[in-house]
Structure formats: C-alpha cells, structure tokens
C-alpha cells in the first residue's frame, strides 16, 4: 500500500519529534526542565536548605534537590545553579556532626535517608571543588559520614531508619539503597570505605530476595516491594554487580510489576522510577529508549506550569521531593553526575 504524500510527511514529522523527544533535545522538554529547576532555586531557604511539605526531612530534601541541580552541569564554581549549589553544601556540611552523621535525629526520625542522601550528594561535588580548604573540610565530612554508616548497619547487614547503634537493630530495604549508594559515590570520589561493609550490604540484598525476584521489606518479612527490588538493581550496579547471579531475577521481577508506568502498585511511584530509570539507563539500549519515551511523557504530562516556573506535587512528601526526583531523572543522560556515568 502506498502512502499518500502528506501521510509520509506528517509521519516523518511525528517520528522526528519523538526521536527528539527521545534524546532529550526536544526543546519544550528542555524548557520544561530548566523552569523546574527555575523553581528548585527560587524555593531554597536563605540558609541553603530545603524541607518537605510539612518542614521535615531537611537533609535528605536538600540533598536531593541539590543532586536535580547538579544533574543539569553547574557546579559550586561554575554553572546558573552554582549559588544554589555552594549554599546547599554550606548547609549540610553544618548538619555534620561529631559522630560523622549528617543530619539533626532531634528533628528527624528517619534520619538515615537524610544521611545517605548527603553523602552521595557532596561526594558527588568533591570532584569538582576547586577551593583547597572547603575540599579538605568535604573529604573530613565524607570520611565521619562513612565511618558513621558503618557503625549503623545492623547485624543483618542493612540500615534502618535509624541507626543500629542507637539500640535499634531493625533494617529496611530503601535505607539500605541509600547508604550503599552514597558509600559508592564516597568511594569513587576517593574516600576510604572498608569493602566489609558494602560487601555485607550485597549480601543482605541477596539474603532478601524472594523466589520470584522481589526484594522483601526487611530481613525480617514484609513482603516483595517492585520500588526496593529496582532500588536493589541499582544499588548492585552501583557497587559493580553487574554480573550478580541475582540481577536477572530482580529484573525479571522488575519488568512484570514496573514496566506499566500508569500502574502504581504498592510503593511510592516516584521512589520506584528513580531507581528503575537509573537501572535502565545504565544498561542502555532500545528497552531504556522505549521506557524513557513512556516515563517522560508522563512526567510532562503531570508538570504544573506556572508563570516562569514548573514543578510537580504529586506525592504525600512535598513537591520538592517529587520536583528534584523527576528532575534528576530527566536530565540521567546529561551524564553530569559520576555515580550515574555508564
């Protein structure tokens, strides 16, 4: 069957703009991104910190929001997000304490996330820091903050909310994901961190997966979790398990319960694709361009535009939380950020 002339032309047309899209150079996606990260900045505190919806969570919300900045290229000494950057720093960098945590457990009862989160933002701004004295206060605060990691993982060989030491013993599986993953990016920005203690995480990711792939709640039950199991995935890629015998069954898993993106399923939605969108990604391909062109359809389409600025609330956090998680995704092939670097 032919085409008529006008159908070639308007198919040609559609497809160039969804390969466009595709490769992140459409240029509505870009400014759609840019006036999120517009917002991002204009929101942060005069003292370089961000909060959740009800001021929780200030560390893990800085951090993160920090990381959706650092996504787009700018760095403490260079870039539109530079200020921002440095201020954000600033502020956790005064979170430090003298255990190493980073983070207030005064005024935060899951302080582990805030923590985690930290620790992979500014390992992954040490890199780039070009003042030698605030470089060396970084690698002291990033050196305590391994140690502190350390002294917190539980006896099964994860984290909880709170730390094993403080007489808590329970772990879970997101909190896991987040210490091994600022751990890595401690490690690849040249801090010291004993093998022992990532060693013993990749175990207990292994020891807490289920027959049919899922990463339970916790070693002790709780049920397969879609959004830990790609947590899991990107956690093990992160340490270099690429080659784990368990990767194909977490994925497999992964792929039956995540690759719906309008389903939810039980997690939160934004934590499950921002670690299936990393897993994804790293491993590239014609499943990672079909995934993206679904997931940033919708991630557009929920966007709440306005004025200059754009941000998304979907999400009982806060729109910060869900504005700097769609964000990072977003910009994941700017390839601005090591830990995420193929």
């Known amino acids: 069957m032919r085409m008529r002339p006008l159908l070639i032309v308007l198919v040609v047309a ?166 091994v993953q600022g751990l890595r990016g401690c490690r690849n920005a040249g801090i010291a961190v004993p093998a022992e203690i990532i060693d013993r995480a990749i175990k207990y990711i292994q020891d807490c997966t289920m027959a049919d792939g899922a990463v339970q709640y916790s070693s002790k039950g709780g049920g397969g979790r879609p959004a830990i199991t790609a947590a899991a995935i990107a956690c093990l890629f992160n340490a270099g398990e690429y080659d784990s015998m368990y990767v194909p069954k977490l994925e497999d898993y992964c792929k039956k319960n995540l690759s719906d993106i309008s389903n939810q399923g039980f997690g939160h939605w934004h934590y499950a694709h921002y670690y299936y969108a990393q897993v994804l990604y790293r491993e590239g391909g014609k499943e990672w361009e079909e995934y993206r062109d679904r997931l940033y359809g919708r991630i557009a389409g929920e966007a709440t535009e306005s004025g200059k600025f754009a941000h998304w609330s979907q999400g009982y956090i806060g729109p910060i939380y869900t504005t700097a998680i769609n964000l990072t995704i977003l910009q994941l092939e700017n390839g601005a950020l090591p830990i995420y670097q193929r």
């Open 14 to 179: 559609w497809l160039g703009l969804f390969s466009a899209i595709a490769q992140g150079a459409d240029p509505k996606l870009e400014k759609l991104i840019e006036r999120g990260l517009d917002w991002v900045a204009s929101t942060q505190s005069r003292v370089g910190h961000w909060t959740a919806s009800d001021g929780r969570y200030p560390t893990a919300m800085t951090a993160l929001a920090g990381t959706a900045l650092l996504a787009e290229g700018s760095t403490t000494t260079q870039g539109k997000y530079a200020q921002n950057i440095r201020l954000a720093v600033d502020y956790l960098v005064s979170r430090s304490r003298p255990n190493g945590l980073i983070g207030d457990p005064t005024r935060d009862d899951r302080y582990t996330y805030g923590h985690g989160y930290s620790m992979l933002f500014l390992s992954q701004v040490l890199g780039e820091e070009e003042d030698e004295s605030r470089r060396e206060e970084l690698i002291d605060v990033l050196t305590r903050a391994v140690v502190f990691t350390g002294e917190a993982q539980t006896a099964a060989g994860g984290w909880g909310y709170v730390s094993a030491k403080d007489g808590n013993d329970f772990d879970e599986g997101s909190t896991t994901i987040t210490q």
